[in-house]
């Protein structure tokens, strides 16, 4: 198979579908890959990299969609690439369909098949291309949150983790999955008081068990409004599997939190879980709601 490695181009997208051991692999098993030149640059890895694996450069992303069968991405494809795809082609990459139908339509006229990243599901349930993603994700959110809960950035002036005479912040997670759990590590780490909220008992264990400072709670709507109002940073980490994500928090209960909280939404690619959630861009991240 002619499989493709384009440069991504949604504004500081930094990542590559392919790493050049994952494309020497490809190339030992008889296929033939290319990449655009630069696509792994951002991420480390320049083109004598991916020549060394035996991958071949080419110029643009024309070239590349024109030659290849598969075409291997991080994001999904955005007006610039949507144009090069044909029906003959095989796309794989995260895509989050559930909450674009616009691109779901495009992707159906073009009359290509398109795997979703997000929906690779092992027998045990587990999504092996999802995951590492979503830990990263969780981690993140804990980290930028507690950037953003400083004076300076518009939020309470606040340490997550304390000092002597002063409260301890409060972080509250929906979600104990991957990107929770991860979320809920480093909040922990930090010193905060972390409450995760979910439905299922093993995973709420496994919360509780990252630390003394850490509490698992079924997801009640009481306990979770009294939560909510009391959270510092607030991180919603919910997943339904190739579904829109539902929301478990109103538009009145963000309203309830003292001003200054910080809310990050990691399911946003679903639709959020969060109603006053909207999609940002890494050049344009936040925004102040009320």
């Known amino acids: 198979m002619r499989i493709g490695i384009p440069k991504e181009i949604k504004p500081l997208e930094g990542r590559v579908g392919l790493i050049p051991a994952a494309a020497a692999e490809l190339v030992q098993h008889g296929h033939e890959?290319?990449?655009e030149s630069g696509a792994g640059?951002?991420?480390g890895y320049p083109d004598s990299a991916y020549t060394q694996a035996?991958?071949?450069i080419l110029p643009d992303a024309r070239t590349l969609y024109g030659e290849a069968q598969m075409i291997v991405k991080v994001k999904e494809p955005v007006e610039g690439e949507l144009d090069l795809l044909r029906a003959d082609h095989l796309l794989f990459s995260f895509l989050h369909l559930a909450a674009n139908p616009g691109l779901t339509r495009r992707l159906r006229e073009i009359g290509l098949v398109a795997v979703a990243f997000e929906t690779v599901q092992e027998a045990s349930g587990r999504l092996p291309l999802l995951?590492?993603?979503s830990d990263i994700a969780g981690r993140l959110a804990t980290q930028?949150?507690?950037h953003l809960l400083h004076r300076p950035?518009?939020?309470?002036?606040i340490l997550l983790g304390g000092v002597s005479g002063a409260d301890r912040g409060r972080v509250v997670i929906l979600g104990a999955g991957t990107a929770g759990g991860g979320a809920a590590r480093l909040a922990a780490g930090l010193g905060a008081e972390v409450v995760v909220f979910d439905r299922d008992r093993d995973r709420l264990e496994a919360i509780r068990a990252i630390g003394p400072n850490v509490t698992g709670l079924f997801s009640y709507a009481e306990q979770l409004t009294a939560a909510v109002a009391s959270a510092d940073l607030l991180i919603g980490a919910v997943l339904v599997t190739g579904a829109r994500a539902p929301h478990l928090v109103t538009a009145d209960m963000v309203r309830a939190m003292s001003p200054g909280s910080v809310v990050i939404d990691i399911s946003v690619d679903q639709?959020?879980?969060?109603?006053?959630?909207r999609p940002t861009t890494y050049a344009d991240p936040t925004f102040l709601w009320e």
């Open 41 to 43: 640059v951002a991420s």
């Open 54 to 56: 035996g991958v071949k």
């Open 271 to 277: 639709g959020g879980c969060i109603e006053t959630t």
């Open 33 to 35: 890959v290319y990449v």
């Open 144 to 146: 930028i949150g507690c």
């Open 131 to 133: 995951a590492p993603m």
């Open 153 to 157: 950035l518009g939020g309470k002036g």
